[in-house]
């Protein structure tokens, strides 16, 4: 039950700083800058998903027929 509960913080960590990108409000930059360090693992994940998945607009926009 640790372990999960331990995952599920790091998942919320991650949303704070990274909810940027999701329209979530933004920490200052400072701070963020300071706790990346931290987020390793969870940036290598970002990275892999981000490398693996394909352009859902261009998929989008070609099976519409849109140029």
Do not use: H, W
């Amino acid at each position: 039950m640790t372990e999960v509960e331990c995952r599920e913080l790091e998942n919320i960590f991650a949303v704070l700083l990274l909810g940027s990108f999701v329209g979530l409000s933004a920490p200052p930059s400072f701070l963020a800058v300071e706790l990346l360090p931290y987020m390793e693992r969870e940036l290598a994940i970002l990275q892999c998903k981000a490398q693996d998945s394909g352009d859902m607009l261009a998929e989008l926009c070609g099976t519409l027929g849109i140029d």
